[in-house]
T-cell receptor, first 112, second 113 residues
Framework: SQQGEEDPQALSIQEGENATMNCSYK?????LQWYRQNSGRGLVHLIL?????REKHSGRLRVTLDTSKKSSSLLITASRAADTASYFCATDANNAGNMLTFGGGTRLMVKP | DAGVIQSPRHEVTEMGQEVTLRCKPISGHNSLFWYRQTMMRGLELLIY????????DSGMPEDRFSAKMPNASFSTLKIQPSEPRDSAVYFC???????????FGNGTRLTVT
């Protein structure tokens, strides 16, 4: 079964709005990563947050991690049409040999 | 850097045929991963190598699947014989270490008829 589960499965917003995607996981982790996938392409790494960190920023991206709730969120501010993609969280669980397992993803559509 | 290179980009084959997917990781990366992506099951880790040695192949569906990494710059994933349920996009990814950001290729879309 998948370690991470994203919510919502699909999200449609207008350009300029903020997009928030959530990820929940089941077991304790070392770190959590977010990836983006454009249609027909491979995944691209966006940001990594370690288990001892609570928040991280990269450009228009803001990631939070709540290990007590086993959840993370990815916020994209001032969205652009080019942000349209699927977004995945990935975790390396302590009991999984540090291998990355991916959630099912959130499909984000940003309308111009 | 050219990134992770996978070939072919598309493969259409008939059930029962052998299929070989190829991957060239980023130079200097010592971990390589094979993933399979389908609508139903999402992204599944099939196998990963560290320093050319297979570390965990528990995700390989069955004996019809095999993977090799003869050197640091090349890996193959073979399916023999192929079945329609193997239809998926197969991704190869590499990283500097096992626990570090993955760099994905653009995948091979496999269709087995």
């Amino acid at each position: 079964s998948q370690q991470g589960e994203e919510d919502p499965q699909a999200l449609s917003i207008q350009e300029g709005e903020n997009a928030t995607m959530n990820c929940s996981y089941k077991t304790s982790i070392n770190n959590l990563q977010w990836y983006r996938q454009n249609s027909g392409r491979g995944l691209v790494h966006l940001i990594l947050i370690r288990s001892n960190e609570r928040e991280k920023h990269s450009g228009r991206l803001r990631v939070t991690l709540d290990t007590s709730k086993k959840s993370s969120s990815l916020l994209i501010t001032a969205s652009r049409a080019a942000d349209t993609a699927s977004y995945f969280c990935a975790t390396d669980a302590n009991n999984a040999g540090n291998m990355l397992t991916f959630g099912g993803g959130t499909r984000l559509m940003v309308k111009p | 850097d050219a990134g992770v290179i996978q070939s072919p980009r598309h493969e259409v084959t008939e059930m029962g045929q052998e299929v070989t997917l190829r991957c060239k990781p980023i130079s200097g990366h010592n971990s390589l991963f094979w993933y399979r992506q389908t609508m139903m099951r999402g992204l599944e880790l099939l196998i990963y190598f560290n320093n050319n040695v297979p570390i965990d192949d528990s995700g390989m569906p069955e004996d019809r699947f095999s993977a090799k990494m003869p050197n640091a710059s090349f890996s193959t994933l073979k399916i023999q014989p192929s079945e329609p349920r193997d239809s998926a996009v197969y991704f190869c990814a590499s990283s500097l270490e096992v626990v570090s950001p993955l760099h994905f290729g653009n995948g091979t879309r496999l269709t087995v008829t």
